[in-house]
């Protein structure tokens, strides 16, 4: 029989419903505090968010429908391929079964997409004309500002400055979208300029960037709102299109993974493609390991503390509970693999704690290694946050080599590296260092984590730290 490589689904397969791993988590979520009051926020409470998206935060909904706009929009891109790699697999000389969702095919080149078409959707029903928002590398920054298009809103992005100056090709992609696209720290908030006072060369973080973004929302006095490219809820129930349509793909290929593997950053990716399957374990009683990858340069997971913690560096976003290396963190500037957010969303953050995902951490270089390998196999060059995921399934499947195990490993390549030839230059010309952050440092910056009141974290507390 030839071997199959692609698992390809039509577009009457892009599910019509998201599935909110909510609404079966197996341990306890922790309310999300007000930065001010430290009391439980509620859809009612005042926010740069719609209700819409207020609202599937907090919801605990099964499924939740997709609106017939988004899927039409979807269709330009989904359903995404999933791939069986056996070129990977003949490289690797290994029994493993490893396949790829190729989350890389949208039009901006990874999974953001996904999410910042629902969200410009939702703010244009609800009157917004203009969205603000924070990007690192300028993925999200540029899902968003397509999405805006379609829907006719405006897109302010406050860019992490080190990759404003870096990644020039990926702002210049936001502004062919018609974004406008700020370095931040920036001069335009009371709050960049406050950090640029203290630090004139500070190069930036996505802390910071959140926190502009959210001022900048706040103070257009109700014509812009915020969006956010990962953590919140809401942002992982969209992402949930991913494992929906890989469920229906492996059921094609009359395999199971064995091993669900994916990077992350703010953990959007990861739930968008695993929960589905966790799902499965959960009331199925399928055996699966899940692997959340992150790089060591930022070990939010590995070495963070799940604790309450600022969503953003300034404090003016809800406080939640979730690993962190504290709200202040900066991450190092010759970290280039990108996945750089001081936190994790709650549910993935909840999900590590109580041992139903686990956590690891790969240094830069190994993680490249990763990706130029894929590469050369696969011909896909792979996104640099990605390539955490690949160094990982690579790793089980050379396990399963010394093993003789046929596993089944599935990973998703969360996006293509077409805008991070900054970054494979440097690799390939050994300017790559190595580097895990100082257990001193992450001392220090978690020596700053917000009071909250005894109830939240006191021994007797439902949500023990
Ligand atoms: C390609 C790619 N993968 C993964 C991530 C990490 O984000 P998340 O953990 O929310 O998926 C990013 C962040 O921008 C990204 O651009």
Not at 195 to 214: H, N, R, T
Not at 393 to 422: N, P, Q, W, Y
Not at 452 to 461: H, L, Q
Request: some cysteine; overall charge negative.
């Amino acid at each position: 029989m030839s071997k199959q490589f692609k698992f390809m689904l039509d577009e009457s397969n892009i599910p019509k419903a998201w599935y909110n791993v909510n609404a079966d988590m197996p341990v306890h979520l922790a309310p999300v505090l007000h930065p001010a009051t430290k009391k439980p926020v509620n859809p009612d409470s005042p926010s740069p968010l719609p209700m819409a998206l207020t609202s599937q935060e907090v919801s605990t909904e099964r499924w939740i429908e997709i609106p017939e706009p988004i899927r039409d929009i979807y269709k330009l891109w989904r359903p995404t391929p999933m791939f069986r790699a056996h070129r990977l697999e003949r490289m690797l000389d290994t029994p493993a079964h490893i396949y790829y969702k190729h989350e890389g095919v949208s039009p901006v080149g990874s999974h953001k997409a996904n999410t910042a078409v629902a969200q410009a959707f939702y703010n244009k029903e609800a009157g917004t004309k203009s969205l603000t928002t924070e990007t690192g590398a300028g993925q999200w920054g540029s899902a968003l500002a397509m999405a805006c298009h379609f829907f006719n809103l405006a897109c302010q992005v406050y860019m992490v400055k080190v990759s404003y100056h870096q990644k020039p090709y990926r702002r210049i992609l936001m502004q062919s979208y018609g974004a406008e696209v700020y370095a931040s720290p920036s001069d335009r908030t009371a709050y960049g300029r406050s950090v640029l006072k203290s630090d004139p060369d500070c190069p930036g973080s996505l802390g910071i960037a959140v926190s502009e973004a959210i001022e900048a929302a706040v103070m257009s006095r109700g014509t812009a709102r915020l969006a956010v490219g990962g953590a919140h809820n809401f942002v992982m129930l969209h992402q949930s299109i991913i494992g929906l349509e890989a469920l229906k793909q492996m059921e094609m290929a009359d395999e199971y993974p064995d091993t669900i593997i994916a990077c992350a950053g703010s953990g959007s990716n990861l739930g968008g493609f695993s929960y589905p399957f966790l799902n499965e374990a959960l009331t199925q009683g399928r055996q699966t390991r899940f692997i959340a990858v992150e790089p060591a340069a930022c070990p939010t997971m590995t070495k963070g503390r799940y604790t309450f913690d600022y969503s953003d560096t300034g404090a003016l976003a809800p406080i939640m509970k979730m690993y962190t290396l504290g709200h202040r963190f900066v991450p190092p500037g010759i970290h280039a693999a990108g996945l750089r957010y001081h936190g994790m969303a709650p549910s993935v953050s909840a999900l590590v704690a109580n041992g139903y995902i686990e956590a690891r951490a790969v240094l830069q270089v190994p993680a490249f290694n990763a990706a130029v390998q894929f590469a050369r196999a696969e011909g896909i060059l792979p996104a640099p946050e990605s390539g955490h995921a690949i160094r990982v399934a690579i790793d089980e499947a050379l396990r399963c080599k010394e093993t003789g195990e046929a596993k089944v490993i599935a990973f998703c390549l969360s996006g293509h590296g077409h805008f991070d030839m900054t970054a494979y230059q440097a690799y390939h010309e050994g300017a790559l260092q190595d580097y895990a952050y100082p257990e001193e440092a992450i001392n220090k910056a978690l020596a700053e984590l917000p009071e909250v009141p005894e109830f939240y974290r006191g021994e007797g507390s439902p949500f023990p730290d």
